[in-house]
């Protein structure tokens, strides 16, 4: 009964303040990718290492190169799989369906998109929003590995099975590994749930009341106040 509870106590708060794949084992970088992994530069240099990149097939179908987005030197990191239809037009991550929800639940932390750091495991679509494959990360991880060493933050949330699997090596579900911090080189990793899952089960009330228990333990860590049910920034 406890449990229901707090599952219910949880997914209300989350919704007022919301309102109304396999996972790939790690590979060493292929030999083909060329130029040596970007590490100890800012953001702006890798960008501009990472070029018009055709690294990998990924280049062969894309619109726009994903790169992320953010504060530069955010707290907080999202990392999601690989960019979507609407990704690939515009160029940024997470402004889709999924996108919306993300921001919602930024919003309902407290916190805005422009004070974390957005990303992906691979900055180029896969064709028809499949899940990118062991070639496809590895080629992009020296990339977002050298993001993430720049921006220095204090947490990362992993969204989804496939950015879990690779930052923390894994191939346990998201069921299991949510609900509580993993270290990463250091850094505290949070997995939680995609939001593209959140709106595929939108009518099962449970797994938006894990994902905002998630996040509540990320706002622990960061000391950001929960605020009251119902309060809105």
């Not at 690939?88 to 974390?116: E, H, S, Y």
């Not at 509580?180 to 939680?192: A, C, S």
Request: with cysteine.
């Amino acid at each position: 009964m406890n449990d229901w509870l707090e599952q219910a106590r949880n997914y209300l708060e989350f919704q007022a303040r919301l309102g109304p794949a396999e996972i790939i084992a790690p590979r060493r970088v292929p030999e083909h990718a060329s130029g040596a992994t970007p590490q100890g530069k800012d953001l702006e240099k890798i960008r501009v290492e990472l070029g018009d990149c055709v690294r990998c097939p990924l280049h062969e179908t894309r619109t726009k190169i994903v790169f992320g987005e953010g504060n530069p030197s955010a707290d907080l990191i999202f990392i999601g799989e690989g960019p979507g239809a609407d990704e690939d037009r515009q160029g940024r991550p997470f402004v889709g369906r999924a996108g919306q929800l993300l921001t919602k639940m930024i919003n309902a932390m407290t916190l805005d998109r422009n004070d974390v750091y957005i990303a992906n495991m691979v900055k180029c679509r896969p064709p028809r929003n499949r899940n990118p494959n062991g070639l496809e990360i590895e080629t992009c991880f020296p990339f977002l590995e050298a993001q993430i060493e720049s921006i220095g933050p204090r947490i990362i949330v992993s969204l989804g099975k496939v950015a879990t699997g690779r930052l923390l090596e894994t191939n346990d579900p998201i069921s299991k590994l949510r609900g509580k911090l993993h270290d990463r080189n250091g850094i505290p990793v949070m997995p939680t749930y995609h939001p593209s899952f959140l709106l595929r089960n939108e009518s099962d009330r449970r797994w938006k009341a894990e994902t905002w228990s998630d996040l509540k333990q990320v706002m622990a860590r960061l000391e950001i106040p929960i605020p009251e049910a119902g309060a809105r920034r």
